[in-house]
């Protein structure tokens, strides 16, 4: 098996375990409804991203708003204070897969860099009464400047998934 595989092999199981996770927690305990994008968000259907849903949304979500891209490994490009153009080129092409959708516009970008927390950067600013962001990072885009917030992921998790991401007004606005 050639590293290539083996990565890819790792990155495949990384997104599935991810696919369970988020479906546990945004779905109250339904680890089917999110599942790995079957080519890796590579051809766009009715979803873009890693993870989309594979089952009808419950009554409880009018829409899905979330692209959400996972990255497993990278241990030369694990993000300092001062380096963190890998995430940036990562965030910037999430913004433009973004463009192709009417809906998913609050992108979740899930990192897992080699002895690391998994991390959770979203261009959604969380009502910082609930939890604090750990860095913010600023991306240029279309000569626009976009702040991307990041959090640990089992930190948030520890959290009602409502109450992080549909207790705002300006929801609608992504």
């Not at 692209?67 to 380096?83: A, M, R």
Request: aromatic share 16%; charged share 20%.
């Amino acid at each position: 098996m050639t590293d290539r595989t083996k990565n890819k092999s790792k990155g495949n199981r990384f997104e599935n375990a991810t696919a369970k996770l988020l479906s546990k927690w945004m779905f109250n305990g339904d680890l089917s409804i999110l599942g790995r994008h079957l080519t890796s968000g590579a051809i766009k259907t009715a979803w873009i991203g890693d993870i989309v849903p594979i089952k009808q949304l419950p009554n409880n979500f009018k829409s899905f708003p979330f692209l959400i891209e996972c990255k497993h490994g990278y241990k030369n490009n694990i993000p300092t204070f001062i380096s963190y153009t890998q995430i940036q080129k990562w965030l910037m092409k999430s913004l433009k897969e973004s463009e192709l959708s009417k809906e998913q516009k609050i992108i979740w970008l899930i990192a897992k860099f080699n002895y690391q927390k998994t991390i959770l950067i979203t261009n959604y600013l969380i009502d910082i009464k609930l939890i604090l962001f750990t860095v913010a990072i600023p991306v240029i885009y279309n000569n626009k400047l976009i702040y991307f917030y990041c959090y640990i992921l089992n930190d948030l998790m520890k959290y009602n998934f409502f109450k992080l991401f549909f207790n705002k007004e300006n929801f609608n606005d992504y």
